[in-house]
């Protein structure tokens, strides 16, 4: 008996023994891939505000997929990275004329120390307990105190000169409402129990007149995800929509599934004067997003690395590492994921945009259209595809510049409100491709390709530029069946999803109420 | 003040870390998608290159053979169609890693590149396989690449392994930490780090830091064997015995693999639980030989028979096997104290020299170096060892060695 217990034994070790081992002195098995959300950037935008056009919006959306109920596991900005929104003013592909960068840093409090408990959650908020738990209604001082991780953050501003030299100016809070701070993930109506009026207090002015926010929001994108990147491209709906279908921007054509809704992202926003990026020619400016972590050295001291990760102290006090090196970059939408090839996704992201041409054979050469072309029967010009170089790669206009992966954006254009459908003054998701629905061209070109507003619906029009509409052939009316962000929480939210007002991206799903919304519902 | 709110830290991301069970079934989900795809179309490249990552992923928590000689069969195959692809001499170099063929693994990796690859993988793997074969300055040199690439979790995470490795514990819990703050959370990579991270603060002599990080593991992965064990550590080093073979038990009932039987039956020994010591003995005795073949574990199988009275010679055969195959500190170690064990002193001393090359504050090198210095008349360096090692881990000092280890010292002291 005990013989044939203890070669069960040694039968169920047989697997543990021909693999690995565990820990510090044994082979240790790192992970050779993990995702880096706090550093991932979901959507980059750059518009004239609908609102005023003497203002100019730049969104850096991070953190994907956000299910809001997934408590007690809310989501943060991380206090280790950089985020910068990188703009270029001379049209020479370098997005370093001006720069935006935002740092966090975060604080931890047992806000139920005073009831001498240790707190089981991050944020605390209820009715039912002792003043002033009852509810978190504010970012700082009075209201606040339910808040047991604060995300302080810090705004700065970095200005070439026509020399060259960068100034660098910390951008303080000009409405003296205190320190900035992120507005937290929307938890639900006890802990926030208006959570609108709690993040209109996260949009901050600062000096220059340049307004901010930081915190959580609605997933804006649309797309039937799941249809798109299955083989890839499985859609639900024909892939070819009818006139009707296609101008319609407040349906979404059954089945196709908005694969984000009831989901939330974080943001960071930046509303900046037109003054303060005006274009030193022409009236085009370029822009990126990125996010970096400090350079860490493997070994501290080493005298044989080129740089350390030791802290650099600045003229204005404040301390940050070194240098930092680039986690993610984004501009045009789509790109990373369906221009750029497997293998170089993780070069792409560490290099910058004037730096494209080393990977300007995956535009010239994309194989998405070769699967437009062999799944749809869609004709497809024919290589080089030197309309997507100068579409995504250049400055329009006789001189476009070097190759440098930007997302562009003409100033010059006046802006359209939101609106529940597109109109002759209104946004139209199709933007430069829109038509009504006799299939007569309306044209809105104050979106995408023209930088990029939340509700630009490019999916479709990255299918339909890809296939060859730039170039006369391709098919005009591809799409994935998903044409507004279903389900838009909050007010001041058009019928098909739009914010209205800065930051221009709705408010978030809250935990106890969220809801993914299948077609039909 | 850093310490508490490093606490309070832990303590929030205990509470902000769900089970990743959705995680694993996504993965079985993904695995079976990707087999069905394969069979229709078995030499799609694509479909080689990620059913053969996802076997290899599984392998991570299943350490089931069968994936891994999957995961081998379908390299080979694709290598068959695509000889220069190199994401396939990527995911060969990973395999010949969990094979623990280490200096095949780096040929692979730098194939890899050699071929175009760039992204991170290819990179982690030629400085994992570089510090298993004791190439510590390489491995630094890839690593730095790796981090200079890609930063987030995997190099963050090596790199704290290679600062651990020279001596900067403070460091490697620096980075540790920032590995674990860039992993998604609930992700089974974070959990990962976390019980590194454990280990690390273990090592510094924080148990209650090193528990904080051991239960957010378990409370991210809970049913893995290596959180469970790393717990079953933590409760050693709290003294609390009892928790610890429970959970030990729990861990090699899951998974029983060498290293867990191992510490085991080193807890049955220290609470004179003979019965059950003797059972966990005889499964160590078939373990071992079903480890002949592909010695996967000599390391941890030469500790154990230099604990037994009779396994001295099988201990050094062990040690020098696993050193042939795998030079790193951690060989020398393990052959330094088989050969201590067997009286073998003058050599023992050659190989502990080699053991503290790199300063590494582990303990139980310490303990090992220690006790084999005092032995060799370097009284002063040896009691230096044993007083850092006993202020941070007193209750892993080896059993029956402490100030008198009775006839077998005072043997080797006359020798």
């Known amino acids: 008996m005990r013989t044939s217990k203890l070669a069960a034994l040694l039968f169920s070790a047989w697997g543990a023994l021909s693999i690995n081992a565990v820990h510090a002195a044994s082979h240790r098995e790192a992970p050779l891939i993990a995702q880096d959300p706090a550093a991932d950037i979901t959507d980059t935008y750059a518009f004239v505000s609908p609102n005023n056009p003497d203002r100019i919006v730049f969104i850096l959306n991070v953190i994907p997929s956000q299910e809001p109920s997934s408590g007690p596991n809310y989501f943060f900005f991380d206090d280790n990275v950089e985020y910068a929104i990188n703009i270029d003013l001379n049209r020479d592909g370098v997005a370093e004329d001006l720069n935006f960068v935002v740092r966090f840093k975060t604080e931890l409090r047992n806000v139920l120390a005073g009831i001498g408990l240790a707190s089981p959650v991050a944020n605390v908020g209820r009715p039912d307990l002792p003043a002033p738990l009852q509810g978190i209604t504010a970012l700082n001082g009075e209201g606040s105190e339910g808040l047991g991780i604060r995300q302080f953050y810090t705004v700065t501003m970095l200005k070439k000169n026509r020399h060259g030299h960068v100034a660098r100016d ?7 409402q205190g320190p900035l701070v992120a507005v937290p993930s929307n938890q639900g109506p006890f802990t926030m129990p208006d959570y609108e009026g709690l993040a209109a207090k996260g ?57 984000f809704s009831g989901f939330n992202v974080n943001t960071i926003a930046i509303e900046v004067p037109k003054a303060l990026v005006t274009p030193t020619q022409g009236t085009q400016i370029g ?142 998701r199709l933007t ?33 530029v890809v296939s060859g509409v730039l170039l006369g052939t391709g098919n005009a009316r591809l799409g994935d069946g998903v044409n507004l962000n279903i389900g838009a929480p909050g007010t001041s939210v058009t019928a098909n999803g739009i914010a209205q007002n800065f930051p221009f991206l709705p408010t978030p799903h809250d935990g106890r109420n969220r809801r993914h919304i299948d077609p039909g519902e | 003040v850093v310490r508490f709110k490093a606490g309070l830290a832990l303590a929030l991301l205990a509470c902000l870390l769900a ?44 350490a089931d053979p069968r994936d891994a000689n999957r995961a081998e069969a379908l390299i080979e195959h694709g290598l068959k169609l695509a000889p220069k692809e190199a994401r396939l001499w990527s995911l060969k170099s990973w395999s010949q890693m969990t094979a623990h063929q280490f200096q095949n693994a780096l040929a692979s990796a730098r194939k890899a590149r050699s071929l175009g690859a760039s992204g991170a993988p290819s990179l982690g793997l030629e400085a994992d396989a570089l510090v298993e074969l004791g190439r510590y300055r390489e491995a630094v040199d890839a690593t730095q690449q790796m981090l200079d690439r890609v930063p987030g979790l995997p190099s963050y995470s090596r790199a704290a392994h290679l600062r651990f490795l020279h001596g900067d514990l403070e460091g490697a819990i620096k980075l540790m ?123 941890v199988l030469a ?32 052959l330094a104290w088989a050969l201590y064990r067997a009286g073998k002193l003058v050599a023992a001393r050659q190989h502990v020299e080699h053991a503290l090359a790199l300063g590494t504050p582990d303990f139980a090198l310490k303990y090992h170096a220690g006790i084999i210095l005092r032995a060799a008349g370097e009284r002063e360096r040896g009691e230096k060892l044993l007083s850092k090692a006993r202020a941070r881990a007193p209750h892993f000092e080896p059993q029956g060695l402490g100030q008198s280890d009775g006839p077998r010292q005072e043997a080797l002291t006359r020798q």
């Open chain 2, 303 to 334: 500790a154990y028979y230099s604990e037994r009275q009779q396994g001295t010679i099988e201990a050094e055969r062990l040690a020098r096997l696993e050193l042939k195959a795998r030079p790193d500190i951690y060989s020398h170690d393990a």
């Open chain 1, 432 to 464: 430069v491709l829109a038509h009504d629905s006799a299939g007569n061209p309306t044209p809105d070109f104050a979106g995408w390709p023209n930088g990029r507003r939340p509700n630009d619906d490019v999916t479709d029009i990255a299918l339909r």
């Open chain 1, 203 to 259: 949009i901050r002015t600062l000096e220059n007149g340049i307004r901010v926010f930081a915190g959580q929001r609605d997933e804006t994108f649309y797309i039937d995800l799941g249809a798109v990147f299955d083989g890839p491209i499985n859609l639900r709906v024909s892939p070819v929509l009818s006139d009707g279908q296609d101008a319609d921007d407040s349906n979404n054509v059954s089945p196709a599934v908005d694969a």
């Open chain 1, 170 to 176: 910390r951008l303080e809070p000009a409405d003296g």
């Open chain 2, 19 to 62: 089970p990743a069970a959705w995680a694993q079934q996504a993965l079985e989900q993904r695995v079976e998608r990707l087999q069905a795809k394969h069979q229709a179309a078995p030499d799609d490249l694509k479909t080689i290159h990620e059913l053969t990552e996802a076997l290899l992923l599984r392998v991570r928590r299943s």
């Open chain 1, 287 to 428: 822009m990126y997003a990125s996010t970096a972590r400090p350079r860490v050295t493997v070994l501290r001291g080493d005298k044989r690395a080129k740089h350390d990760d030791e802290e650099v102290k600045f003229d204005d006090g404040s301390i940050e590492a070194g240098r930092f090196v680039q986690v993610a970059r984004m501009a045009n939408p789509l790109v990373n994921e369906l221009i750029i090839r497997f293998g170089d996704k993780d070069r792409w992201n560490a290099t910058e945009p004037e730096q494209e041409a080393q990977f300007i054979d995956d535009y010239r050469n994309p194989s998405l259209a070769t699967v437009i072309n062999l799944l749809f029967g869609v004709p497809i010009p024919a290589t080089p595809r030197n309309d997507l170089v100068s579409a995504l790669l250049q400055y329009s206009g006789p001189n476009g510049g070097r190759t440098s992966e930007l997302l562009r954006l003409d100033l010059s254009v006046a802006p359209r409100l939101a609106g529940d459908n597109c109109t002759p003054t209104t946004q139209c």
């Open chain 2, 177 to 299: 930490s920032q590995a674990v703050q860039a992993g998604r959370p609930r992700s089974a990579e974070t959990a990962w780090a976390l019980v590194q991270l454990s280990e690390l603060y273990l090592q510094g002599g924080q148990s209650d830091l090193a528990e904080q990080s051991a239960q957010a593991a378990l409370a991210t992965t809970p049913g893995l064997a290596q959180n469970i064990a790393q717990l079953a550590r933590v409760r050693e080093a709290q003294g609390r015995f009892e928790e610890a073979l429970e959970l030990y038990r729990k861990a090699a009932q899951i998974q029983p693999s060498p290293e867990f039987v191992f510490s085991l039956w080193k807890l049955t020994q220290r609470l004179g639980k003979t019965v059950e010591g003797k059972r966990q003995a005889e499964l160590l005795d078939g373990l071992a030989r079903l480890d002949e073949k592909n010695g996967l574990y000599r390391r």
